[in-house]
């Protein structure tokens, strides 16, 4: 049995809900009073040589970039509502050097490049901090690291083999696990140092808008994409109001329907969910120990993440998210779907069973969005229309770093010409598309129960998902 499984029923409903008595449903990272204004929308016909459609990481990181690599060259961005909104506003903020979900993913989908591209990875991290400093980006940007956590005997072996392959990551055993962070779950921990760091997301895609508008990039916000075509040499892309003909289009709608019908079955949208606690007290703060501000992460397949942060007044709150993942039949985004009470209460049970010296914490924000994943765990890409249009999406909620990679990968590929990241196996391969439903339903339902299986069965996977990792068809948040 899971250590986490049955948390939630110890609590009367009447005390979580209390928890989240009067929480905010807005994204606590959007609900910030330096929310840049709105830019306005496109209307009428505009054109351009290279046009950026989405207004997330990728969207920004390509505009940047582009501008970086040629500062005369004409962008154009457009996003369909505002730069941010969806998953760069509403993540953890672990910023991480994997670009393929972690080593144990790149060597099982990529074993001849899973070293090149854990440097590659790195090698982006160390980029995407000099850009941050360069730029005067405001993003709370901190190279503290982040621990992963085993939270079950059997996972301390799993934390022993990965420090052994990697002399760098630092393995704590039960002691140290819990000196470094006072908690009584956890069993051993592994610190990687250096590939991962802790930021405010929304600052973040903020601070990127700012600068590309700076360096003359056009940003239309509220401008929603609604078709693509081939125009005697050139793309035209529709919108709700007007229309853009560019020299080449870089696409990175992620989670959102692709321009490019063909791409639809390579994601889904799986929902994953976030607290934030209101302010601790300085006493509060203390009876955790968390002096060096990692971030957290259990190894369970069903796993949470955990982080501190400053508000704007300076006081320390914690945000504790993960654990369920939500697919909905159908595989649309819906508003709606932003919200779950049960998942919520789950999440302060087992915010409280980690950290009893914080029972009773009341939280100021619930709030949930959309991941675009794929199944393979990490972004996949494409180009069309005789090499004019490039596409990118499949982070599976692992692209606050690694949307950066794969704007150089999208500017590259509508360059025409081959470079190192152009000729990686991670760039010309695909991942298996998801069925149509009601396939992709059933089969991620079989997937979920699976996998809250193998927790509760020391880690041991069955033979669905041996099955699964043997087609290379896997589930993730």
């Not at 144990?104 to 400093?133: F, I, K, M, Y």
């Not at 125009?231 to 289009?249: C, E, L, M, N």
């Not at 969910?273 to 259990?298: H, I, K």
């Not at 298996?432 to 927790?455: I, N, Q, Y």
């Amino acid at each position: 049995m899971s250590i986490y499984e049955n948390v939630a029923e110890a609590y009367e409903a009447s005390v979580l809900d209390a928890a989240l008595q009067g929480a905010s449903t807005v994204p606590y990272w959007l609900d910030d009073l330096d929310r840049p204004q709105a830019l306005p929308a496109l209307e009428g016909q505009v054109e351009t040589e290279l046009l950026v459609v989405g207004g997330g990481y990728s969207g920004l990181w390509t505009a940047l970039m582009a501008k970086e690599r040629d500062p005369h060259r004409s962008v154009i961005l457009v996003e369909s509502q505002s730069i941010g909104w969806a998953a760069s506003g509403r993540n953890g903020g672990f910023c991480e050097a994997s670009l393929v979900h972690g080593e144990s993913n790149g060597r099982q989908h990529l074993p001849e490049e899973n070293d090149l591209l854990r440097e590659l990875g790195l090698e982006n991290l160390r980029e995407l901090a000099a850009t941050v400093e360069r730029y005067n980006i405001d993003c709370e940007y901190t190279p503290s690291g982040v621990l992963k956590l085993a939270t079950e005997e059997h996972q301390v072996k799993w934390l022993q083999e990965e420090a052994a392959r990697y002399p760098e990551l630092v393995f704590l055993n039960r002691e140290e696990a819990q000196a470094s962070v006072h908690s009584p779950v956890y069993q051993a921990a592994l610190w990687d140092r250096a590939g991962t760091a802790m930021l405010n997301p929304a600052k973040l895609a903020w601070g990127l808008r700012r600068v590309c508008l700076e360096k003359g990039v056009r940003i239309f916000e509220h401008t929603h994409a609604t078709t693509l075509q081939d125009a005697k040499g050139h793309i035209i892309v529709g919108t709700t109001a007007g229309s853009i003909k560019a020299d080449r289009v870089a696409l990175a709608t992620n989670v959102f329907p692709s321009l490019l019908k063909r791409h639809r079955l390579f994601t889904i949208p799986v929902y994953d969910y976030a607290v934030m606690t209101e302010p601790l007290t300085e006493e509060q703060f203390l009876s955790l120990g968390w002096e060096d501000r990692q971030g957290l992460a259990d190894l369970n397949n069903r796993f949470h993440y955990y982080r501190t942060t400053r508000d704007a007044t300076g006081a320390v709150r914690i945000l504790f998210g993960g654990y369920d993942a939500e697919y909905y039949y159908g595989g649309k985004v819906k508003p709606e779907y932003d919200q779950n009470p049960e998942t919520f209460r789950k999440l302060v049970a087992h915010f409280y069973f980690t950290f009893p010296q914080l029972q009773g914490m009341k939280f100021s924000h619930a709030w949930g969005g959309a991941v675009d994943s794929c199944s393979r765990f990490f972004s996949f890409f494409d180009s069309s229309h005789g090499g004019r249009v490039a596409y990118t999406a499949g982070f599976t909620g692992l692209g606050v770093g690694a949307t950066r990679f794969a704007a150089n990968v999208l500017l590259d590929l509508l360059s025409g010409k081959s470079t190192q990241r152009t000729e990686l196996e991670m760039v010309k391969k695909k991942p298996l598309p998801f069925p149509p439903e009601p396939g992709a339903w059933a089969g991620v339902k079989m997937m979920t129960s699976e996998l809250a299986r193998s927790d509760r069965n020391q880690g041991k996977r069955g033979l669905f998902l041996k099955t699964m990792d043997a087609v290379g068809m896997g589930f993730d948040s």
